[in-house]
């Protein structure tokens, strides 16, 4: 395999979450599956030159405001932590029994005393609280409601009471999932969004006649045989921001994406050329996508032809053909743009690189690859040579 080559919009989102987000080096790069000190040396590169960084060709300038945001970013994590004795307040209106336990929980992070009269409950029944003896079963409902909790909080409320009870089953953890799903409605845990059916399609319209290679048969036997991809916009306040993928058919990974507030032929080229240069797939790689004029268009064909890969694409008017691809959309979109309310593009850009490559690609389980995370499947391959999953029906396109 050929060495790897990262654009501009990768550094730039890997160098934010260690700058912004406050993450070590050490540990975003191992998510991101690069060495420590090729993020370092991109981190030392931003903070000299800013957003004039990482040019490709020509020399970088200096940009004075880095350290002014730098300030900016101090600032913000102080009043943060002067507001956060607001938050306790909320608990009032509690029962005493969910403010006993609050404190129990935090009693390390507070002063008793002055917590107990902050959340209007007696010393001596706080005292009294923590001498009862829970029953059995009590005692095993607290234990998987921390487990559940920090499943959730950890998957950022995309799993439901299913997925959750096989992340428990793979800690060795044997429930009901009828049980799961009772505490987490307890804990007013609800997994984000609901499905959407498409009402109807084109079936009639003529197009032009193309290749469609796959004819709704989303199988294949290996990885970077065959890549589908699609473009989707995510509004904010301050404008439209359009995301191009592509997604591996076989390992459900997105093999490269690309994100711009303009929607151009260059937006898909960006993407496959990124998935290109990591991936290094073979020659004779399908891929699938919709008529749209970005993949149709010579500049997109052009780019195909010069790396020995195959264009195919859906029939007009018909989502079903490029289904697999619509899975992904409705996803992300279930999981993390619905009620997210960005104020502007750059934010969803962050949020997004975030889902893709520090969650989806390494930590979401998928159902149709047996509750493996794409990058489970690519390890699990490797060790064996060989998945061991049941043959592709038609329609299997679950994510």
């Known amino acids: 395999m050929g060495r790897k080559v990262y654009d501009r919009q990768f550094k730039m989102a890997a160098v934010q979450l260690v700058l912004e987000e406050n993450l070590f080096v050490k540990e975003v790069a191992k998510e991101l599956f690069i060495h420590p000190n090729t993020l370092y040396r991109w981190v030392s590169e ?143 845990l609800y997994a984000k969004g609901s499905r959407y059916h498409y009402k109807r399609y084109n079936k009639k319209s003529p197009s032009i006649e193309r290749p469609n290679l796959l004819n709704q048969v989303f199988h294949t036997d290996g990885r970077n045989k065959i890549w589908v991809g699609d473009i989707t916009y995510i509004p904010t306040q301050k404008g439209t921001l359009y995301l191009a993928v592509f997604v591996d058919m076989y390992s459900r990974k997105v093999s490269g994406w690309s994100m711009s507030t303009r929607m151009k032929d260059s937006l898909v080229i960006d993407a496959f050329l990124q998935g290109y240069n990591k991936e290094h797939p073979p020659t004779e790689l399908i891929i699938h996508t919709d008529q749209g004029s970005q993949y149709t268009g010579s500049n997109f064909q052009a780019i195909l032809k010069k790396y020995g890969a195959v264009s195919s694409v859906s029939r007009k008017g018909n989502p079903y053909d490029n289904a697999l691809m619509e899975s992904f959309y409705k996803t992300i979109k279930r999981e993390l743009i619905h009620g997210a309310k960005f104020t502007t593009p750059e934010q969803a850009r962050k949020e997004v690189f975030k889902y893709i490559e520090l969650y989806y690609n390494t930590k979401r389980m998928h159902s149709s690859l047996h509750y493996l995370s794409p990058i489970g499947v690519a390890s699990h391959t490797h060790q064996a040579n060989a998945m061991d999953f049941p043959q592709n029906e038609k329609k299997r396109y679950s994510f």
């Open 46 to 188: 931003y903070e000299e030159y800013g957003e004039s960084a990482f040019p490709g060709r020509g020399s970088a300038l200096y940009n004075s405001q880095y350290e002014m945001k730098k300030l900016k970013r101090e600032n913000e994590e102080l009043r943060k932590e002067l507001d956060l004795p607001k938050k306790v307040p909320g608990l009032l209106e509690e029962k005493e029994c969910v403010r006993f336990q609050f404190l129990k929980e935090s009693k390390h992070n507070y002063n008793i005393k002055k917590a107990c009269k902050t959340l209007n409950i007696s010393r001596s029944g706080y005292y009294e609280y923590l001498q009862r003896k829970p029953s059995k079963r009590a005692l095993e409902n607290e234990v998987l409601r921390a487990e559940i909790q920090e499943i959730f909080k950890e998957h950022k409320g995309r799993y439901g009471s299913l997925r959750v009870t096989k992340v428990l089953e793979k800690k060795g953890i044997k429930v009901n999932r009828k049980r799961v799903g009772k505490l987490m409605r307890q804990m007013n």
